[in-house]
């Protein structure tokens, strides 16, 4: 094991006893009872605290705004970690301290290769907002005009690969030894997690990503996206207009002002679908500091975005998946939503159907029973996803994503407007999408799209009409494929656990047995 893997594993069991997060162990899913024991003699000395999700929250404050930004980032991932977890996880706020006014003008000049006094006619010393990533300072421009400067903090990203390599790291040795962490696929979890991380340090990228977002909604009635200045653009620093607006958390604000609250949540989840099924490029990060709210014209009241380092997209068969499986959900067509799954290749052939079938049907038609306002639409898409995966399915990162946006869009849509019928709006642009794709023309323009393809594949028509069997043969492929695989591991277990049974366990209660003392 390297050193640093060892160090990691030796201060995770130390803030495990001391925040008392070892009960949250799944042990009752360990298949190593030395391990099982260890465990459970820990949870009898040191007894559980108040809550512990809170307690884990707690444990990755004190480790710095690294974990922090890994907190907030699996909070999305309730198909995980859990409800109750993610919903801790989720009121996580950065809490860094800012960098001192005279070093972020420093930065700023050094990103600008001039002084700040030839491009700013005045920079305040004091931020606006300080986070893990990024800090923000209001300023004008020679011109008058009011703006904000976001800078990169020095030295973010050495730090965030470092520290997420390491946990990566630990991840791997975890899953090589523990059949539980292995089906979780912790450690892609966390390269994913860094992608994201790393995708937020390039004022680039933002800077693009806003581009292309304001362009989508130009003038429109839903959504305004605030302008960018790009010849400040740098990798490290971001320029763009200062908005004067209530962000989406003062409601004594905009009540006062007299905003009309059910058209906002409407416009909100508008705006939601649009970026999905008519842009195929939304905004993945509208948790309320980054939404702001237009008030000039209360009766009509737009959405603000802001911060738009983190983006989705989705993919014709990703976005097929997913208005396919609303559809039929609202049908209740339990059968086309198994179909689905197993069409997109996402849980394997060897599914039984008919057990995912009822699996789905118990999900589905208890929400049901709710009035149609009341069902909440993240919560569908949670529990689907968290089925699928039940049965094999790999969740893709970008539907992680979407499904993040959906919780922040819909929660923010029944705190404005607790009557929000979220699928009245949607229903259009399902109907809309469904005959766009899946009507007569859109199937005669795909034949038209793909007729040379099909002609050069014509003389293969009476082995493509035996689907039947093809599709029969790749299951019993599969089902092969899988008894060897499982085979293969259970002797690569057996070996292990014969030849490091005693040493893991020993070396564990050894390491939980220090940190302990030194903690």
């Given amino acids: 094991m390297p050193s640093r893997t060892f160090r990691y594993l030796l201060g995770m069991a130390g803030q495990i006893l001391r925040y008392r997060l070892h009960h949250l162990l799944p042990v009752e899913h360990f298949s190593d009872r030395r391990l099982v024991w260890t465990v459970r003699l820990f949870q009898r000395l040191l007894p559980a605290r108040n809550h512990l999700p809170d307690q884990l929250t707690e444990a990755l404050i004190s480790r710095g705004p690294v974990y922090i930004k890994l907190g907030q980032l699996l909070s999305t991932r309730p198909d995980v970690l859990g409800e109750s977890i993610c919903q801790s996880l989720a009121k996580l706020q950065d809490q ?31 931020p606006i907002a300080s986070a893990s990533i990024a800090q923000v300072h209001g300023a004008h421009l020679t011109t008058g005009e009011a703006v904000v400067i976001k800078i990169v903090r020095p030295g973010i990203e050495q730090r965030i690969r470092s520290e997420m390599q390491a946990l990566i790291e630990v991840s791997l040795w975890l899953e090589s030894r523990l059949p539980l962490i292995r089906q979780m696929h912790l450690s892609q979890i966390l390269q994913d997690q860094l992608t994201v991380l790393l995708a937020e340090l390039s004022m680039f990228r933002e800077a693009h990503n806003q581009i292309q977002l304001r362009r989508n909604f130009a003038d429109s009635p839903l959504l305004y996206v605030p302008r960018l200045h790009g010849r400040f653009t740098r990798q490290n620093l971001l320029v763009m207009e200062r908005i004067d607006a209530p962000s989406i958390g003062e409601l004594a604000r905009m009540r006062q002002a007299g905003v009309d609250f059910k058209v906002l949540a409407h416009k909100g989840v508008e705006t939601f679908f649009t970026q999905v099924f008519d842009d195929n490029f939304f905004h993945a990060d509208m948790h309320p500091g980054n939404v702001f709210v237009d008030i000039s014209n209360p009766s009509d009241p737009k959405w603000i975005a ?6 989705g997209s989705l993919s014709a068969s990703d976005q097929s998946y997913l208005a396919q499986n609303l559809i039929a959900f609202f049908a209740r067509d339990y059968r086309q939503i198994v179909t689905l799954h197993l069409r997109s290749g996402w849980v394997p052939a060897t599914t039984d159907a008919d057990a995912f079938e009822n699996v789905i049907r118990s999900v589905c038609e208890p929400i049901f029973a709710k009035p149609l306002g009341e069902i909440f639409f993240a919560g569908f898409m949670t529990e689907l996803l968290e089925t699928a995966r039940e049965f094999g399915m790999q969740v893709q990162p970008q539907l992680v994503l979407l499904q993040k946006t959906l919780l922040y869009v819909e929660g923010l849509g029944r705190q404005l407007y607790p009557q929000l019928d979220l699928w009245e709006t949607a229903e259009p642009f399902m109907r809309r999408w469904a005959v766009k794709h899946l009507g007569p023309v859109a199937v005669i323009g795909k034949l038209l799209d793909n007729g040379p393809k099909l002609l050069a594949e014509l003389h293969r028509l009476p082995e493509l009409l035996d689907d039947k069997q093809t599709i029969e043969l790749r299951k019993q492929l599969a089902i092969q494929r899988n008894s060897i695989e499982r085979l293969h591991d259970q002797v690569q277990d057996q070996h292990r656990r014969s030849k490091r049974l005693g040493w893991f366990a020993g070396f564990l209660l050894s390491a939980l047995a220090i940190a302990w003392w030194l903690g």
Avoid: M
């Fill in 96 to 126: 860094v301290d800012p960098l001192p006014g005279e070093d972020a003008i420093a930065i700023i000049e050094q990103a600008l290769g001039q002084s700040s006094l030839d491009a700013f006619q005045s920079i305040d010393q004091e």
């Fill in 306 to 311: 802001l911060d738009c380092a983190i983006v």
